[in-house]
């Protein structure tokens, strides 16, 4: 848990402009029921935090997951305040056991994560989030489909946990930004391991048979444009996974 010692508005902006883009991080304090104008930006290339902008409180969680593609590509870290309810409907066993590790065995009135099984006994003044098809929802996740809707808005699309909680807990533009972000990241680790391919083979003999989907990832992620195209690079991630699980000469 993070503390501050007065009413702190956390302000998280994304930029893509660069190669590996920007977090834009910036706080704010209230004194004498007036909100300063806040600090000077502070700016991460290596960081990627998904939470509303701002977020508001005197305490707030933190915590993080990992993004594989299928080697790690960055720590996506979550950012809420005690004074945002966030309430899961009916997730599945994983996802629930997950909120339950998150809120502990101490359970307190700054408790922010709530397991229910009807959207009836949420907190009156919170974000529903429905995994089953249940109308009447803030948050709607069909995680066979890999799809995430807010209301009001477009669908965003996820693969794996570490996205779909980015996605419940940003804003749609955010959440694309930091994606794009994440990819332009990613791309820099496969060129990477591309060239460490081709010197172990040329100093050891060892073929990493990835050659082939090294070029067919490279060419989807350069042409990514939205979480969209996540589905196709995220199936040719998994299926090199497993080529390098059972390699003679692993990469990662």
């Known amino acids: 848990m993070i503390i ?3 009413e702190t508005r956390i302000y998280t902006n994304c930029s893509n402009a660069s190669i590996f883009g920007k977090q834009i991080l910036r706080t704010s304090e209230k004194s004498y029921d007036k909100w ?5 930006d502070a700016t991460f290339q290596n960081k990627y935090i998904f939470s509303n902008d701002p977020v508001e409180g005197k305490k707030f969680y933190a915590f993080s997951k990992p993004l594989e593609f299928p080697f790690k590509v960055a720590d996506l870290i979550y950012l809420t305040s005690t004074t945002d309810k966030y309430c899961f409907i009916n997730p599945p066993n994983d996802i629930r056991d997950e909120i339950n590790d998150l809120r502990g065995e101490d359970v307190s009135k700054d408790e922010n994560f709530f397991v229910t099984t009807k959207k009836i006994d949420c907190p ?3 974000t529903s989030i429905c995994f089953s098809g249940e109308t009447g929802c803030d948050v709607s996740v069909r995680r066979n489909w890999n799809t995430l809707q807010k209301k009001g808005q477009r669908p965003v699309y996820f ?3 570490a996205l779909m909680y980015a996605a419940i807990f940003s804003n749609r533009d955010d959440y694309e930004c930091q994606l794009d972000r994440l990819m332009n990241r990613t791309e820099q680790l496969f060129e990477i391991y591309s ?6 083979l040329n100093k050891t003999g060892c ?6 989907q090294f070029i067919q990832m490279l060419t989807l ?3 990514f444009q939205d979480s969209n195209d996540l589905s196709t690079i995220y199936d040719l991630a998994e299926q090199m996974g497993n080529i390098n699980e059972y390699a003679e000469c692993k990469l990662w």
Not at 36 to 40: A, I, L, Q
Not at 207 to 212: A, G, Q
């Open 4 to 6: 501050t010692g007065a």
């Open 36 to 40: 300063g104008e806040g600090s000077v």
């Open 124 to 126: 009156a003044v919170s």
């Open 159 to 161: 693969q794996g946990d």
């Open 195 to 200: 060239d460490k391919s081709k010197f172990v």
């Open 207 to 212: 073929n990493s048979e990835l050659d082939v």
């Open 221 to 223: 992620i350069k042409g």
